[in-house]
């Protein structure tokens, strides 16, 4: 397996505009988590799916930030509109029935202008 | 809510031990765990220590455990530069399902 994948890597955008970021999990997985990384923060988690129902959103910062998983292979975190203060690195990890330690992607480091 | 503390910074010299110090707030969770973020990349899986462990040893790194005072230590012998990046200690949240880290301790090799 590929592991868990990130697209894209790198994206820079100006405040305002709309953002997704992109997941694919590790096939077979049936937990996906997403988590923000800052320097003044560190790894915050934003939300987590189990099965691609979402079950815990409470570490979303807010109405602009929006997570799907239309499928078990695929996710997307929307952020509209940006704002610099986004601006860090989005990891997405996943892993078999949330009892094992979650496997991560490479990251989208995003910097919002 | 569960909390986990690290200090911020360590700089080592090639060849000695490193200690890496966590405080964790959960004491019911069954496993706490070490992650590796070397520059520019994910986190990657280090090691874990299930909480009815006192002490884990795989090759140059050592897990100690003190359940009664919250505290996890991550031990790395004959520490090289290619140890230099970011650990994170983690416990997993009330659910027992996602990890909650701590902010990463930065370790840094000089030669």
């Known amino acids: 397996d590929a592991g868990v994948i990130q697209s894209p890597r790198h994206e820079v955008t100006e405040m305002g505009q709309e953002v997704t970021l992109r997941c694919k999990p590790i096939?077979?997985?049936?937990?996906l988590f997403w988590y923000r990384q800052t320097m003044m923060r560190g790894l915050e988690l934003l939300i987590y799916?189990?099965?691609?129902?979402?079950?815990?959103d409470s570490g979303m910062p807010e109405d602009r930030f929006s997570a799907k998983m239309p499928n078990a292979s695929f996710s997307t975190l929307k952020i509209q509109p940006s704002e610099p203060r986004d601006s860090a690195v989005y990891f997405c990890?996943?892993?078999?029935?949330?009892?094992?330690?979650?496997?991560f992607g490479q990251g989208t480091r995003l910097t919002v202008v | 809510g569960e909390d986990v503390e690290q200090s911020l910074f360590l700089s080592v010299r090639e060849g000695d031990s490193s200690v890496i110090n966590c405080t964790y707030t959960?004491?019911?969770?069954?496993?706490l765990y070490w992650y590796k973020q070397e520059p520019g990349a994910g986190l990657q899986l280090l090691t874990y220590?299930?909480?009815?462990?006192d002490m884990k040893q795989d090759q140059r790194l050592t897990v100690l455990l003190n359940k009664k005072d919250k505290h996890l230590s991550l031990r790395i012998a004959d520490t090289q530069t290619g140890d230099s990046a970011i650990y994170f200690c983690?416990?997993?949240?009330?659910?027992?399902?996602?990890?909650?880290f701590g902010k990463g301790t930065t370790l840094s090799v000089s030669s």
């Open positions: 220590i299930f909480s009815n462990m």
């Open positions: 096939s077979g997985h049936d937990y």
């Open positions: 983690a416990e997993k949240d009330q659910a027992g399902t996602a990890l909650i």
């Open positions: 959960d004491s019911s969770s069954t496993y």
């Open positions: 990890a996943s892993s078999l029935q949330g009892r094992d330690s979650p496997l």
């Open positions: 799916f189990n099965n691609n129902v979402p079950i815990d």
